[in-house]
């Protein structure tokens, strides 16, 4: 795709759903405006391909609530520029031991945010949900309304195309190798095949490549680690189907304890329902083995047992290999690169498996971030990179990390 000239008002580093979003929100303001993408755009070896992801607002850390609130209306904003569904409604269920802490810090949160939400016992869950869902008599449900599912490849391609049509510039298979501050004129993107853009400010939203690029331009190592997950599809017993589907009221659902799952209803593969562990293995993102993903014991026993029967647990009947780009904290990076390029260079990573459903917002934060120098309405202070040099664990949580660290010859 041709350009005129090669100097931007702000260059945005990697074209997945952040960088996608943040360039969409950029352009809109009428900054002239250049998306790159290392590989393909819409490609498969990152975070932000894939047929469905979560939206909630029941979170056990209350800071994220204002941004998944945002998100829900900028999903809708989108949509209507579109013309095209990206985001499609269903409530939500968290279940977990009763005296789990991080469920229990996700009914105070919602109680602090006013969420409506009902917290359930065993046999309250049995009927709001038809039979479908059985959880232990010590366990808890805490039912909401603000659930859904994202389509993910569809959405990275609406914020492009959108972005695309309110003037911004996308090229992809250019894999930028360096950024160099530009004495007073700004800020230089150096490409592998040699190509330089000028630009007076830049993003940097490299997904699970973030620590490589950001130690290659400034020598920081952060603490955001690679891991391979593997999303896997169970086969709805025949007769079963519809009762699993989205536009019933089946919800979106996460299982707090070891290990944590969460699912989608049946939506992109007819007859199949997602559920999957939210962990992975660590791995370099430049040298993945692509294999089959293990599907561990443990899910295959939590699904025979909370859909009673009714879903195949034996094997998944398909499964998808996705990155997380892991804190130690499970919390997001979301703050200015710092040292000689100020407040010339924004950087968006680390977002955990769990991002996703932010990104609208996320990519207004990190527009604004760039062009004003703060986001209005968002305490960023949970999301610097300051943080790991106080506490290498970073943000200080009183309940369990909710990411499983799996080993390869666990099953």
């Excluded at 009428?30 to 993408?37: S, Y």
């Excluded at 065993?122 to 309304?145: H, K, N």
């Excluded at 700004?186 to 490299?206: D, H, I, N």
């Excluded at 593969?269 to 599907?295: E, F, T």
Aim: charged share 25%.
């Amino acid at each position: 795709m041709g350009y005129s000239g090669d100097e931007f008002d702000v260059i945005v580093v990697g074209a997945g759903i952040m960088g996608s979003s943040t360039a969409y929100q950029l352009a809109k303001r009428g900054q002239k405006t250049l998306l790159l993408e290392q590989f393909d755009f819409l490609h498969h070896r990152g975070s932000s391909h894939g047929e469905s992801r979560t939206i909630r607002a029941t979170y056990s850390e209350d800071y994220y609530f204002s941004l998944v609130i945002e998100s829900y209306r900028l999903w809708e904003l989108a949509q209507t520029e579109i013309g095209f569904r990206v985001y499609f409604k269903a409530r939500h269920l968290d279940m977990g031991p009763a005296d789990a802490k991080s469920l229990l810090s996700v009914i105070a949160s919602c109680r602090k945010n006013a969420v409506p939400h009902q917290v359930l016992n065993r046999r309250q869950v049995a009927e709001r949900f038809s039979g479908r869902i059985d959880i232990p008599d010590d366990w808890i449900g805490v039912s909401c309304e603000l659930g859904g599912v994202i389509k993910p490849t569809k959405a990275v391609s609406m914020f492009q195309m959108l972005a695309l049509k309110n003037g911004a510039f996308l090229r992809d298979n250019m894999q930028v190798i360096n950024i160099a501050k530009d004495g007073d004129r700004g800020v230089t993107v150096t490409a592998s095949g040699g190509e330089k853009f000028r630009c007076k400010k830049c993003v940097v939203t490299a997904g699970a490549w973030m620590r490589k690029l950001v130690k290659t331009v400034i020598g920081i190592e952060l603490p955001i680690q690679p891991l391979e997950t593997n999303e896997c599809y169970w086969r709805i017993k025949e007769g079963h189907e519809g009762k699993y589907a989205i536009g019933t009221d089946f919800p979106t659902f996460v299982s707090y304890g070891q290990p944590y799952i969460y699912g989608t209803p049946s939506l992109e593969y007819p007859g199949l329902i997602k559920a999957a562990v939210h962990g992975g293995y660590q791995c370099d993102p430049d040298k993945r083995s692509w294999g089959p993903g293990l599907v561990p014991d443990t899910l295959k026993q939590w699904i025979e047992q909370r859909f009673k029967g009714s879903v195949d647990s034996s094997s998944p009947a398909a499964t998808q290999l996705c990155v997380y780009s892991m804190t130690p904290d499970e919390d997001f990076v979301i703050d200015f690169l710092g040292g000689e390029f100020g407040k010339d260079v924004v950087i968006g990573g680390g977002f955990s498996g769990h991002g996703f459903k932010m990104s609208p917002a996320v990519g207004r934060v990190l527009a604004d971030l760039v062009l004003t120098g703060e986001a209005k309405g968002v305490e960023l202070k949970h999301f610097r990179i300051a943080r790991f040099q106080e506490n290498p664990r970073g943000n200080i949580k009183d309940y369990e990390d909710q990411v499983g660290l799996l080993l390869k010859s666990t099953l």
